[in-house]
């Protein structure tokens, strides 16, 4: 029952909510950083732009689910079961990047650069709400682990 009443104070606390959206929009500004600054780095040196989109987001991956599991979210589950939940979802957020991307530039004519950028935004919010919900929710991994 102390349990129960501890895990409802820690999900119900306003300063813990705070800290969690201010950690995640901190590494989630360095993330984007270091995605949109590879990019573009990547299309400098002549890199086709969905290439240069994969090899930013493997970067950017990298940094986040280190970032995200101990500053954001403080997994506790098996780290290998949060890493492979944590390149699922960034694996789904990374196509629908890439299908943005295309979208804006071969269909729109919008600077790749640009399309870049505005994508990301959306894929902010899909990030930490999959994040949040699937990837550090120690209950739904372990369940999905468990059914495997």
Excluded: C
Aim: hydrophobic share 55%.
């Amino acid at each position: 029952m102390y349990n129960n009443r501890v895990n409802i104070y820690e999900r119900t606390n306003p300063v813990k909510r705070l800290w969690n959206i201010s950690a995640y929009l901190f590494f989630g500004v360095i993330t984007t950083v270091i995605n949109i600054v590879s990019y573009k780095l990547f299309l400098n040196m002549g890199m086709d732009y969905r290439l240069s989109a994969f090899w930013a987001f493997i970067l950017a991956v990298a940094f986040a689910f280190f970032t995200n599991r101990k500053y954001v979210f403080a997994g506790q589950g098996v780290i290998w079961h949060e890493a492979l939940a944590f390149l699922a979802v960034r694996g789904f957020t990374f196509l629908v990047n890439l299908a943005g991307l295309i979208l804006l530039v071969q269909f729109f004519g919008l600077d790749k650069f640009w399309s870049q950028v505005i994508v990301n935004g959306v894929i902010i919010v899909l990030n930490y709400v999959l994040s949040k919900y699937f990837v550090f929710n120690l209950k739904n991994v372990e369940r999905f682990f468990s059914n495997m």
